[in-house]
């Protein structure tokens, strides 16, 4: 079996319909852009990935093509290996002022991850064993997710004939923000909240997680993410109000830019009495990050992403460290599909080091979307299962996978820029400034 080698690697671009979502970077654009990739063995075994869309990961891509066509995919992730240099290093990697995927700096570690997923799932499907066992062995069978609420405009996401039905309704307010979560918990049973926030002023987000700790209930466990809109005077006065609602299992994540701003909220927070933890997927986002982060105190959380991490084993490298520096350790998402879902499910299965539940996107997309041969990945109770299927365990439904394509084609878009949608329907001089409160 270690003598089989790729054959065709074939790129796919897609686009899925998003619905007006808000974040600290503005409005969601109505379609989300993925990359599917295959990777073809000399035996006709296909291996899959699933990673960030549009014009520059394909070239990135195309580009290690042809250190990709004949090799053994045992070794390519050794040979590509360089492409994850830097990552050690730090230096301004920063995801705060750019919207995840389109940071220069993580490039070529994306593109090495997309790889090493499609080599991992294709060797997987090869010798009869999944993922998971692959990197190390499961520790757990289910993985658990988090809800992920967004304020946001009305609609479904996509555009005329290809507009959704919209589930969830306008959500700009505290009442409307707790519908959408009990939805989202009756439909799939998540065990805890992500909240997403930096859009409202701070006192309207503050009032929603109090009425969503009213609605819950003090064993369902809160986090809040204004992805770096705060003063740090305004993290510390969140932090306060919110102590009882957010320290019960929950965390702050990102409220104020820089390591140095997160230590300064950290400090003052501990002199009030106050030990919620901070999290963080933006002021850390490699590993030349963490000495300068622990010697500050200033993140107590990791959420890491093995799409801009560099793949599976740099999550468990990571995760080694967190526990090393006695850190909590959870998982970013972004806009996906059941592949890469799938991808985190099973790395996630084989962390031991994995403290909180992961973030994910799922709910946001739909059915019409998947290109999972079978449909949607189940989410019950809040978790992912983990099989023993061999590789991540999904198969590729290829008329699905022609559909995106053609939406891909038909649709404007072909990088995420939420502050060209917040202007084009909210309001044209917007800007994304940080701090904005």
Same mark, same amino acid.
């Given at each position: 079996?270690?003598? &089989? ?29 993925? #990359? ?23 070239? +990135?891509?195309?580009? /290690? ?13 050794? #040979? ?32 090495? +991850? ?20 692959? &990197? ?30 919209? *589930? ?26 992500k909240f997403k926030a930096g859009v409202l002023h701070p006192d309207e987000e503050i009032e929603t997680i109090k009425q969503l700790y009213k609605e819950l209930g003090p064993?369902?466990?809160?986090? &809040? ?43 003052? @927070?501990? +002199? ?23 010697? *500050? ?17 740099? /999550?468990?490298? @990571? ?19 059941? &592949? ?31 290109? /999972? ?36 084609? *038909?649709?404007p878009y072909r990088k995420r820029d939420d502050v060209a949608e917040m202007r084009k329907h909210v309001d044209p001089n917007w800007e994304r400034k940080l701090p904005r409160?």
């Amino acid at each position: 079996m270690n003598d &089989i080698k790729i054959a065709e690697m074939r790129i796919t671009p897609i686009a899925i319909a998003d619905p007006p979502i808000r974040s600290s970077y503005g409005l969601h654009q109505p379609y989300a852009l993925r #990359t599917i990739v295959e990777f073809i063995s000399t035996d006709g075994i296909i291996g899959l990935s699933e990673t960030y869309g549009g014009e520059e990961p394909m070239k +990135a891509l195309e580009a /290690v093509r042809d250190q990709i066509i004949g090799s053994s995919p045992y070794r390519l992730t050794g #040979t590509l290996s360089s492409l994850l240099h830097g990552r050690e290093y730090g230096g301004d990697a920063s995801q705060t002022y750019l919207v995840p995927g389109e940071n220069p700096l993580d490039a070529t570690a994306r593109t090495f +991850a997309a790889i090493e997923v499609g080599c991992l799932d294709l060797i997987g499907k090869t010798v009869g064993v999944p993922v998971c066992d692959l &990197i190390g062995g499961k520790v757990r069978d289910k993985v658990p997710f988090s809800a992920y609420p967004f304020y946001k405009h009305a609609g479904g996401g996509g555009e005329g004939a290809d507009a959704r039905d919209d *589930k969830y309704g306008e959500c700009l307010s505290p009442e409307t923000l707790v519908g959408q979560v009990v939805k989202m918990r009756e439909e799939y049973g998540f065990n805890s909240i992500k909240f997403k926030a930096g859009v409202l002023h701070p006192d309207e987000e503050i009032e929603t997680i109090k009425q969503l700790y009213k609605e819950l209930g003090p064993d369902i466990p809160l986090r &809040i993410d204004p992805n770096s809109a705060w003063t740090v005077d305004t993290s510390v006065r969140v932090g306060i109000e919110l102590a009882e609602e957010l320290g019960r299992g929950g965390y702050l994540e990102d409220p104020t830019a820089s390591i140095d701003g997160m230590a300064e909220v950290r400090r003052r @927070l501990l +002199a009030e009495g106050i030990e919620t933890p901070l999290a963080s997927n933006v002021a850390i986002t490699c590993f030349g990050d963490i000495p300068e982060s622990v010697a *500050k105190d200033a993140v107590q959380i990791i959420l890491c992403d093995h799409h801009y991490w560099g793949g599976m084993r740099q /999550v468990q490298t @990571l995760a080694n460290l967190c526990k090393t520096f006695n850190m909590g350790m959870s998982m970013h998402s972004n806009n996906h599909l059941g &592949i890469s879902l799938m991808g985190m499910a099973h790395v996630a299965a084989a962390t031991p080091h994995l403290t909180y539940a992961c973030d994910t996107h799922y709910p946001w997309q739909s059915a019409e979307d998947e290109v /999972v041969l079978g449909g949607r990945v189940p989410i019950v109770n809040g978790c992912v299962e983990v099989t023993d299927k061999p590789g991540l365990g999904v198969e590729l439904d290829y008329d699905q996978l022609a559909r995106g394509k053609e939406r891909y084609e *038909k649709c404007p878009y072909r990088k995420r820029d939420d502050v060209a949608e917040m202007r084009k329907h909210v309001d044209p001089n917007w800007e994304r400034k940080l701090p904005r409160w």
